[in-house]
């Protein structure tokens, strides 16, 4: 019966996942495409419960409500903390559970007239270790809510490895090893259906040192709903990491990549930092694989300092190539951080 339930649940993942890729007029990944390039891994329909006793107490014993203690100033820094409970505790991940977090919404109806344009995410292509100037431009505008696309003008060669996970296909776990036995930390998008379906793997990133970033509940079109719908789709997701994991996280990522002004302002008024990236290519398309060779090349050939790199852990070519990526980046004296 549960190897019947996985079956079908990934059968409605990809297709799902094949309605909402966008339409790109059947061109190549060519560096045309890559400037308007989306990210679209999306979420299962399906939301399937942890089965590990350990939901029921921590939900128990996270009864409590935390307020929101998040600056709310447009246009400043926020300090962002990861946060863990006390070891020992009764989560997936060993911490002690976190109490809830209501997330106070600032001018839930747009009083002030922010933009609520969807503007669909490119970033362009950096060649020769030189940044793409469309990435640069995104981060000027970025920069009033303190959201990142790309580190500008950075001490030495960081890279910042992020991957956005919005169901499995058997391969984050080889990915994981990758990282492990390179040392290298990584950010980790992840939806609420997949950080509920795959509590292993979110364990694993989590106590191995890595990003477990907020991508949603639902995977909707920010732009396309309200402030409160916003800080509802963070809101429950992070809650679900604080009382079953005992752990926080202040990245976000937005679903497709769609953004506005008024959804960075309520990201940032709710403590919350949106993470873009200047680096990725159309790697989530997992039957249209064209082999480790091809990823290496493309990642290799596009790496600027100060990079954000999206890339999709459904991709067996990024699962292939990752060691080789990372050993290819380092001896050119780039340095992989945490963001």
């Known amino acids: 019966m549960k190897k019947a339930v996985a079956v079908l649940s990934v059968f409605l993942s990809v297709i799902l996942l094949s309605a909402c890729l966008p339409n790109l007029n059947n061109t190549t990944d060519t560096e045309s495409e890559v400037t308007s390039l989306t990210e679209t891994t999306v979420p299962q329909s399906t939301t399937a419960a942890p089965t590990d006793a350990v939901t029921t107490a921590a939900t128990t014993a996270a009864a409590t409500t935390e307020p929101s203690t998040a600056k709310t100033e447009p246009g400043t820094k926020n300090e962002y903390k990861i946060i863990t409970g006390a070891p020992g505790g009764n989560t997936f991940t060993g911490f002690a559970p976190l109490p809830e977090r209501r997330l106070n ?27 793409p100037a469309q990435s640069l431009n995104n981060q000027k505008i970025f920069n009033k809510y303190d959201a990142l696309a790309i580190e500008v003008n950075p001490a030495g060669k960081p890279l910042y490895l992020t991957f956005d996970c919005g169901y499995e296909n058997g391969l984050t776990g080889s990915i994981l090893d990758t990282l492990k036995a390179k040392n290298v930390p990584a950010a980790f998008f992840c939806t609420l259906p997949y950080i509920k379906q795959q509590t292993a793997l979110v364990t694993r990133m989590i106590n191995e040192g890595h990003i477990v970033g907020n991508h949603s509940n639902t995977h909707p079109v920010f732009p396309q709903i309200s402030r409160t ?9 992070d809650n679900y990491l604080r009382t079953r994991f005992g752990y926080s996280a202040p990245y976000f990522r937005f679903p497709t990549g769609s953004y506005s002004d008024c959804a960075l302002d309520l990201v940032q008024s709710v403590g919350f930092k949106s993470v873009f990236w200047s680096l990725a290519y159309r790697d989530w398309e997992t039957d249209k694989q064209r082999g480790a060779k091809y990823a290496f090349d493309t990642v290799t050939s596009r790496l600027h300092p100060g990079a954000v790199i999206l890339l999709h852990a459904v991709s067996s070519d990024n699962a292939a190539a990752l060691g080789d990526i990372i050993d290819w980046a380092r001896n050119r004296g780039y340095e992989f951080k945490s963001l």
Request: hydrophobic share 30%; aromatic share 6%.
């Open 105 to 131: 919404v600032t001018d839930p109806d747009n009083t002030r007239g922010l933009s609520t344009k969807a503007n669909g995410y490119g970033f362009g292509v950096g060649k020769n270790g030189v940044p």
């Open 229 to 237: 719908q916003m800080a509802k789709e963070i809101e429950v997701t």
